[in-house]
């Protein structure tokens, strides 16, 4: 099992910024990678930031398209911590963020955090 711990969530104005955190604990040793996703405009989670823990390539990152050149993706190895700097928030990105981490076949998932952006 793994468990994930959100923080950093809040209110912020337009143009501000925020950084969320999440850190992990548990059996993360084979976690291929984290990221952190938030409530689409369908049924499914978006995807807006994911780095590699494992593999091939430890330490990529890719974001999703409507949040690039915006949003930084980090990890402390040493803390087990994950960050997302968000910058230049829009009231678009009023929403609740995920944590995940993803195993091959499972995934974890952290409580939210909640963003809000004012206008």
């Known amino acids: 099992q793994v468990q994930l711990v959100e923080s950093g969530g809040g209110l912020v104005e337009a143009g501000g910024s925020l950084r969320l955190s999440c850190t992990a604990s548990?059996?993360?040793?084979?976690?291929?990678?984290m990221g952190w996703y938030r409530q689409g405009s369908g049924p499914q989670r978006e995807k807006v930031a994911l780095i590699t823990t494992g593999g091939p390539v430890v330490g990529r990152t890719d974001c999703g398209d409507s949040v690039k050149g915006r949003f930084t993706n980090s990890r402390d190895r040493t803390k087990n911590t994950m960050y997302l700097q968000m910058t230049s928030l829009t009231p678009e990105d009023t929403n609740v963020y995920y944590c995940?981490?993803?195993?091959?076949?499972?995934?974890?998932w952290g409580q939210g955090t909640q963003v809000t952006v004012s206008s």
């Open positions: 548990g059996r993360i040793f084979d976690i291929n990678a």
């Open positions: 995940a981490a993803l195993r091959t076949g499972t995934d974890y």
